[in-house]
């Protein structure tokens, strides 16, 4: 039945709760001061004290802290109860104090009891886990002293002080029983008179408390040894004043070793978990008992086996589970370095083995012990001497076990075989850099980015890399192993023989995919016949195509130079030639015929001014207004304009991949490009015939844009025009992007259509390619670089309905082509303007500075001497707000839009006609200041 303290002055309340929780079961003790519940405490031990705060004689919270003071009462619960001051405050300072509870008042009766059961269930669960584990650390302290330490005395002292602390019983003892079995000695104990420890004993006689215990089959358990009628009570005790407590018969091999009891003055039920912990620690003793009695018979037969061991010639051994070294005989003592008897009780693993084996012969000789016999029966380690040597010693291995067949340790043998093992050590490590010589080689040539090949003369295939491995395969149809007999279209003798075009023999592989590849052999040996060759192989077909490419670019790129060149200056001359056909024509009374004739010069000039665009596009120096580009747009408008001039004969298809296709380009030029690979095409179908337009987006690698120098890494987009015509002769390709150079009869080509596509794809950071067969068609290809934006495809067509006139206002002409200057002076005054000219840059700065009346200066950029653009700069200087026109022959697309940042205020493309000029010079004198120096600022 649970025990229940209530402290409390008030009478009525003390009994009515008194009442309620004895109805409810309990036990129930009562006291109105704190002097009474303090004796109270010293005759029991109850399991929960109902406590109230303010008592006559003192605090009870001041009580509640005595009570968690007190030895015996770590297990009991308070609670207390308040109804003056705050419930707050109270449970603060209570909680502080060791409380275990707080109830408020007032509080109902049934809320009580349900509190008082709560609170115990809390109690009871963590006194129960609390003491486990306690009980289990103290069982297991004392089992890993059992192993450890040799003395029992030790450890006896150690049970009783542990005993006496967990279970706080004040008075523990181990009793040893004499051979006789007639008395027991005090071994070992706490609480006991001062040299009692030692010295006291106790007789065993019939009907004694002593002989009951050692005969019983149980503890005993006594509550009250003043009341006790089964034995009598041992004088010991009774001088102690003992009252409650438990007394153990300690288990020995064939008689019982001796008593272990464990009492206290106070009255306490010792719990079937406190009998159950006294018996684990009593069972405890017992091993170690038994053991140390194992022991003792152990070290008897041990000198007797030592005397047979001394005399054999090889190293005996014997050691427990833990490697404890219990016997070696001599051989096995002068092989290690130690004197006789020196290792006995070391540790074999921890002394006599090398730190890096010792955990690995440790776990395998554990392993024979617990029974794995077969495979560790015998075994090999190093071992290590008194002076630091290692020897290596072969073992044959006996498990020892005791009569009830428990392995009890190991009995080895062991020979000497040192020497023996370092010759196979060598040996090995021998053989062993051998092989990491030959993976050594093998990963080096594996390494090489040819194939490397290693053959007898009579071509037997000894060795290859990876790379070798698969030209052999391609190029002799044999592997490692294999007679090789050629490669490709060349015999072994011919590749072992000297090249007659320098150190590499060339061996091609015709198929529908063609490969180039050099190879050159050299003998391992000096001498004319030398057994072993070594050979490379490397695919130079990559390569030969990269220098074609790159070859073919640099002579289209000679050419571009040469063509810019011839442009510039022919520009100079269409720009005389149709301006003096514009202001011949305007002349009044002109015949028929002579207007005629010059309406042709002036058309033809038009069309050589084509033919020029033609040539700065190949070159690569016409200028560009780039602007993001749908390239999908442009195929289909360009499409509606060219099925007119398609016959009926070939049919059009367009093949478009996943978009978008948008580039960053000059939309006209695309227009261009498209329009001259189309027209091609469909000149090569002259029976008709399939056009197939198509676009797509590619990567630049191995699936996607052909390797080519100047092609980086990214997105682009490819347009495809492929027709299915007669082909193009592969003595034409290398010329097929060259200026003039067709296959067309004569009179049906320029021979620039091609050449302008491929200056226009370059000039926009492209490149073209052309694959073709004869009698199946020919494929043109245009990659661009991709954009990642959208475009609007636009292009402003700039017209003059008439040419605007001036009314007097001053123009300096700067032109050093005198031609040029002098009909460019007529135009102009012809316009209405006043005109001074000057041949070069220094001449107009001077003009400029004597006449402050000029308006306008109109200047050839590309002068010798001053050019334009640093004339432009010194009259900057001079007059920030001058106005200045430029003119070209060419500039690069990119040129272009710098040199008018300059200042330019527009410039004006070579060849030009009355029109445009004179629609320049009013733009010129007809911008706002703010607006031309906005244009400046940008």
């Not at 370095?337 to 070391?346: E, F, K, M, Q, V």
């Not at 070798?468 to 007679?483: N, Q, T």
């Not at 001077?846 to 200047?859: C, E, F």
């Given at each position: 039945?649970?025990?229940?303290?209530?402290?409390?002055?008030?009478?009525?309340?003390?009994?009515?709760?008194?009442?309620?929780?004895?109805?409810?079961?309990?036990?129930?003790?009562?006291?109105?001061?704190?002097?009474?519940?303090?004796?109270?405490?010293?005759?029991?031990?109850?399991?929960?004290?109902?406590?109230?705060?303010?008592?006559?004689?003192?605090?009870?919270?001041?009580?509640?802290?005595?009570?968690?003071?007190r030895s015996g009462m770590m297990y009991v619960f308070v609670v207390l109860v308040s109804g003056i001051r705050s419930g707050t405050e109270d449970s603060a300072v209570g909680l502080?104090?060791?409380?275990?509870?707080?109830?408020?008042?007032?509080?109902?009766?049934?809320?009580?009891?349900?509190?008082?059961?709560?609170?115990?269930?809390?109690?009871?669960?963590?006194?129960?886990?609390?003491?486990?584990?306690?009980?289990?650390?103290?069982?297991?302290?004392?089992?890993?002293?059992?192993?450890?330490?040799?003395?029992?005395?030790?450890?006896?002292?150690?049970?009783?002080?542990?005993?006496?602390?967990?279970?706080?019983?004040?008075?523990?003892?181990?009793?040893?029983?004499?051979?006789?079995?007639?008395?027991?000695?005090?071994?070992?104990?706490?609480?006991?008179?001062?040299?009692?420890?030692?010295?006291?004993?106790?007789?065993?006689?019939?009907?004694?408390?002593?002989?009951?215990?050692?005969?019983?089959?149980?503890?005993?358990?006594?509550?009250?040894?003043?009341?006790?009628?089964?034995?009598?009570?041992?004088?010991?005790?009774?001088?102690?004043?003992?009252?409650?407590?438990?007394?153990?018969?300690?288990?020995?091999?064939?008689?019982?070793?001796?008593?272990?009891?464990?009492?206290?003055?106070?009255?306490?039920?010792?719990?079937?978990?406190?009998?159950?912990?006294?018996?684990?620690?009593?069972?405890?003793?017992?091993?170690?008992?038994?053991?140390?009695?194992?022991?003792?018979?152990?070290?008897?037969?041990?000198?007797?086996?030592?005397?047979?061991?001394?005399?054999?010639?090889?190293?005996?051994?014997?050691?427990?589970?833990?490697?404890?070294?219990?016997?070696?005989?001599?051989?096995?003592?002068?092989?290690?370095?130690?004197?006789?008897?020196?290792?006995?009780?070391?540790?074999?693993?921890?002394?006599?083995?090398?730190?890096?084996?010792?955990?690995?012969?440790?776990?395998?000789?554990?392993?024979?012990?617990?029974?794995?016999?077969?495979?560790?029966?015998?075994?090999?380690?190093?071992?290590?001497?008194?002076?630091?040597?290692?020897?290596?010693?072969?073992?044959?291995?006996?498990?020892?076990?005791?009569?009830?067949?428990?392995?009890?340790?190991?009995?080895?043998?062991?020979?000497?075989?040192?020497?023996?093992?370092?010759?196979?050590?060598?040996?090995?490590?021998?053989?062993?850099?051998?092989?990491?010589?030959?993976?050594?080689?093998?990963?080096?040539?594996?390494?090489?980015?040819?194939?490397?090949?290693?053959?007898?003369?009579?071509?037997?295939?000894?060795?290859?890399?990876?790379?070798?491995?698969?030209?052999?395969?391609?190029?002799?149809?044999?592997?490692?192993?294999?007679?090789?007999?050629?490669?490709?279209?060349?015999?072994?003798?011919?590749?072992?023989?000297?090249?007659?075009?320098?150190?590499?023999?060339?061996?091609?592989?015709?198929?529908?995919?063609?490969?180039?590849?050099?190879?050159?052999?050299?003998?391992?040996?000096?001498?004319?016949?030398?057994?072993?060759?070594?050979?490379?192989?490397?695919?130079?077909?990559?390569?030969?195509?990269?220098?074609?490419?790159?070859?073919?670019?640099?002579?289209?790129?000679?050419?571009?130079?040469?063509?810019?060149?011839?442009?510039?200056?022919?520009?100079?001359?269409?720009?005389?030639?149709?301006?003096?056909?514009?202001?011949?024509?305007?002349?009044?009374?002109?015949?028929?015929?002579?207007?005629?004739?010059?309406?042709?010069?002036?058309?033809?000039?038009?069309?050589?001014?084509?033919?020029?665009?033609?040539?700065?596009?190949?070159?690569?120096?016409?200028?560009?207004?780039?602007?993001?580009?749908?390239?999908?747009?442009?195929?289909?408008?360009?499409?509606?304009?060219?099925?007119?001039?398609?016959?009926?004969?070939?049919?059009?298809?367009?093949?478009?991949?996943?978009?978008?296709?948008?580039?960053?380009?000059?939309?006209?030029?695309?227009?261009?490009?498209?329009?001259?690979?189309?027209?091609?095409?469909?000149?090569?179908?002259?029976?008709?015939?399939?056009?197939?337009?198509?676009?797509?987006?590619?990567?630049?690698?191995?699936?996607?844009?052909?390797?080519?120098?100047?092609?980086?890494?990214?997105?682009?987009?490819?347009?495809?025009?492929?027709?299915?015509?007669?082909?193009?002769?592969?003595?034409?390709?290398?010329?097929?992007?060259?200026?003039?150079?067709?296959?067309?009869?004569?009179?049906?080509?320029?021979?620039?259509?091609?050449?302008?596509?491929?200056?226009?794809?370059?000039?926009?950071?492209?490149?073209?390619?052309?694959?073709?067969?004869?009698?199946?068609?020919?494929?043109?290809?245009?990659?661009?670089?991709?954009?990642?934006?959208?475009?609007?495809?636009?292009?402003?067509?700039?017209?003059?309905?008439?040419?605007?006139?001036?009314?007097?206002?001053?123009?300096?002409?700067?032109?050093?082509?005198?031609?040029?200057?002098?009909?460019?002076?007529?135009?102009?005054?012809?316009?209405?303007?006043?005109?001074?000219?000057?041949?070069?840059?220094?001449?107009?700065?001077?003009?400029?500075?004597?006449?402050?009346?000029?308006?306008?200066?109109?200047?050839?950029?590309?002068?010798?001497?001053?050019?334009?653009?640093?004339?432009?700069?010194?009259?900057?200087?001079?007059?920030?707000?001058?106005?200045?026109?430029?003119?070209?022959?060419?500039?690069?697309?990119?040129?272009?839009?710098?040199?008018?940042?300059?200042?330019?205020?527009?410039?004006?493309?070579?060849?030009?006609?009355?029109?445009?000029?004179?629609?320049?010079?009013?733009?010129?004198?007809?911008?706002?200041?703010?607006?031309?120096?906005?244009?400046?600022?940008?």
């Amino acid at each position: 039945m649970r025990q229940i303290l209530i402290v409390d002055d008030d009478l009525q309340m003390l009994e009515l709760q008194a009442r309620v929780l004895i109805d409810a079961g309990y036990s129930v003790s009562t006291a109105e001061t704190v002097a009474d519940a303090l004796r109270m405490l010293d005759g029991e031990q109850p399991d929960l004290v109902l406590l109230d705060v303010v008592l006559p004689d003192g605090d009870g919270i001041d009580l509640c802290r005595q009570i968690k003071s007190r030895s015996g009462m770590m297990y009991v619960f308070v609670v207390l109860v308040s109804g003056i001051r705050s419930g707050t405050e109270d449970s603060a300072v209570g909680l502080e104090a060791g409380a275990d509870g707080f109830i408020a008042r007032p509080i109902s009766n049934r809320e009580l009891v349900a509190r008082i059961e709560s609170l115990l269930r809390i109690r009871d669960a963590q006194v129960e886990a609390q003491l486990r584990a306690r009980q289990q650390a103290a069982i297991a302290q004392l089992g890993q002293m059992a192993l450890d330490v040799t003395s029992l005395e030790d450890l006896f002292h150690e049970a009783v002080r542990s005993v006496a602390c967990v279970l706080e019983a004040p008075h523990c003892a181990v009793l040893e029983s004499d051979p006789s079995c007639r008395q027991l000695a005090l071994t070992a104990g706490v609480g006991w008179g001062a040299g009692q420890v030692g010295y006291v004993a106790l007789d065993v006689e019939p009907g004694s408390q002593a002989g009951y215990a050692l005969a019983a089959d149980a503890p005993v358990v006594v509550t009250d040894l003043s009341q006790e009628t089964r034995f009598t009570v041992a004088p010991l005790l009774s001088e102690h004043k003992l009252t409650s407590g438990v007394t153990l018969a300690i288990p020995g091999r064939d008689e019982p070793f001796g008593l272990f009891l464990a009492f206290s003055e106070a009255h306490r039920r010792f719990t079937g978990q406190d009998v159950s912990f006294l018996e684990a620690v009593v069972n405890v003793l017992a091993a170690a008992v038994q053991h140390s009695e194992a022991e003792e018979a152990l070290r008897r037969e041990r000198d007797r086996a030592q005397r047979y061991l001394d005399i054999a010639g090889v190293i005996m051994l014997v050691f427990d589970p833990c490697g404890t070294i219990q016997m070696i005989n001599r051989q096995g003592c002068q092989v290690l370095g130690y004197p006789d008897d020196a290792l006995i009780g070391s540790n074999w693993f921890d002394v006599c083995l090398p730190s890096r084996v010792r955990e690995d012969v440790r776990a395998a000789l554990l392993d024979v012990i617990s029974g794995h016999y077969g495979r560790y029966h015998t075994y090999e380690n190093p071992i290590l001497t008194a002076w630091g040597e290692e020897r290596i010693i072969s073992w044959r291995n006996a498990v020892l076990t005791n009569d009830s067949g428990t392995p009890t340790g190991l009995l080895a043998s062991g020979t000497d075989v040192t020497e023996q093992r370092r010759a196979e050590t060598e040996r090995a490590r021998f053989a062993e850099r051998m092989r990491e010589q030959v993976q050594r080689i093998q990963r080096t040539i594996d390494a090489v980015p040819e194939g490397v090949l290693l053959f007898k003369r009579d071509g037997t295939v000894l060795l290859g890399n990876s790379t070798g491995d698969s030209a052999l395969a391609l190029l002799g149809g044999i592997g490692v192993g294999g007679v090789l007999t050629h490669l490709g279209d060349q015999s072994l003798a011919t590749l072992l023989s000297p090249s007659p075009h320098g150190l590499w023999h060339q061996v091609t592989l015709g198929s529908s995919d063609p490969r180039t590849f050099e190879v050159i052999a050299r003998p391992i040996d000096a001498g004319p016949e030398a057994d072993e060759w070594v050979m490379v192989v490397r695919d130079v077909t990559e390569q030969r195509e990269i220098q074609n490419r790159t070859q073919h670019q640099e002579r289209l790129a000679a050419v571009g130079q040469l063509a810019g060149g011839v442009a510039h200056d022919f520009n100079n001359l269409l720009t005389t030639i149709m301006l003096n056909a514009q202001v011949s024509l305007a002349q009044p009374n002109l015949s028929p015929i002579v207007s005629r004739g010059l309406e042709s010069i002036l058309n033809e000039s038009r069309q050589a001014a084509q033919l020029v665009q033609q040539i700065l596009d190949f070159s690569r120096r016409s200028p560009l207004t780039v602007e993001p580009v749908d390239l999908g747009t442009v195929v289909h408008d360009t499409l509606v304009v060219l099925r007119r001039t398609i016959p009926e004969t070939v049919q059009i298809r367009t093949e478009f991949g996943d978009g978008p296709f948008v580039v960053q380009a000059d939309s006209t030029r695309m227009r261009q490009v498209l329009t001259n690979l189309v027209l091609n095409a469909r000149d090569a179908m002259a029976g008709g015939g399939v056009l197939r337009i198509g676009l797509k987006r590619v990567s630049a690698d191995p699936g996607g844009v052909p390797r080519s120098p100047g092609v980086e890494p990214g997105e682009w987009i490819c347009l495809t025009v492929t027709d299915s015509g007669t082909g193009i002769p592969a003595s034409a390709l290398p010329h097929m992007f060259e200026p003039f150079f067709t296959t067309k009869p004569s009179g049906q080509g320029t021979g620039l259509g091609l050449a302008q596509v491929y200056g226009i794809v370059v000039q926009h950071r492209g490149r073209v390619d052309v694959k073709t067969e004869q009698g199946r068609g020919t494929t043109f290809s245009a990659y661009l670089p991709a954009w990642s934006g959208t475009s609007v495809d636009s292009a402003g067509m700039r017209s003059t309905a008439h040419t605007p006139s001036g009314h007097g206002e001053t123009v300096l002409l700067v032109e050093d082509q005198q031609r040029l200057r002098e009909m460019g002076r007529d135009v102009l005054e012809a316009l209405g303007y006043r005109v001074l000219t000057a041949a070069e840059g220094h001449a107009a700065l001077d003009q400029y500075r004597r006449d402050s009346s000029i308006n306008v200066i109109l200047t050839d950029i590309v002068m010798p001497g001053m050019g334009g653009r640093e004339l432009l700069r010194a009259v900057q200087t001079l007059d920030p707000q001058a106005r200045v026109l430029g003119m070209t022959g060419y500039l690069m697309g990119e040129d272009e839009a710098a040199v008018q940042n300059e200042g330019f205020l527009r410039i004006i493309r070579k060849p030009f006609d009355v029109a445009e000029l004179g629609e320049a010079i009013r733009y010129a004198l007809d911008v706002p200041n703010d607006a031309h120096q906005a244009g400046r600022d940008e």
